[in-house]
Nanobody
C-alpha cells in the first residue's frame, strides 16, 4: 500500500501562486489531485499518468499544472492566479480504475493540505 503525504498548503493572497507536493506516490501509478472546500463535495483538480500526460478539471483549468518526478517520488501541483474560491483542503491520491475525474476511481488518499486564499 502506498502512503501519501501532501505539503505546501498555506495562506496566500488572491492572485498569488502556490506549489503543492505529494510524496510517496507509486512510480507506476497515475496520480490525482482533488480539493474539498467546507460543506462541498470533493472536486477533481488534475491528474497525471505515468507517461506524464495530464488532465485538468474545470475549476482550475489554465491556472494549474501537475507534474511528476519519479526519481524523487513526488507529484506536484503548481497553482497560479489563486482566488478565494480556491480555498480548500487539497488531497493527492493514487488512481485505481474508472474515470479520472471521479473520487471513487482513486485509493490511498493522503491527509490533505490546507490552502487558504485571502487578503
Amino acid at each position: 500500500q502506498v502512503h501519501l503525504g501532501e505539503a505546501g498548503g498555506r495562506l496566500v493572497q488572491p492572485g498569488g501562486a502556490l506549489r503543492l507536493s505529494c510524496s510517496g506516490n507509486g512510480r507506476t501509478s497515475t496520480m490525482g489531485w482533488f480539493r474539498q472546500a467546507p460543506a462541498k463535495a470533493r472536486e477533481f483538480v488534475a491528474a497525471i499518468r505515468t507517461d506524464s500526460s495530464t488532465y485538468y478539471g474545470e475549476a482550475m483549468r489554465g491556472r494549474a499544472a501537475i507534474s511528476r518526478d519519479d526519481i524523487k517520488n513526488t507529484v506536484s501541483l503548481q497553482m497560479n492566479s489563486l482566488k478565494a474560491g480556491d480555498t480548500a483542503v487539497y488531497y493527492c491520491a493514487v488512481y485505481d480504475r474508472g474515470p479520472l475525474f471521479e473520487t471513487d476511481s482513486y485509493e490511498n488518499w493522503g491527509q490533505g493540505t490546507q490552502v487558504t486564499v485571502s487578503s
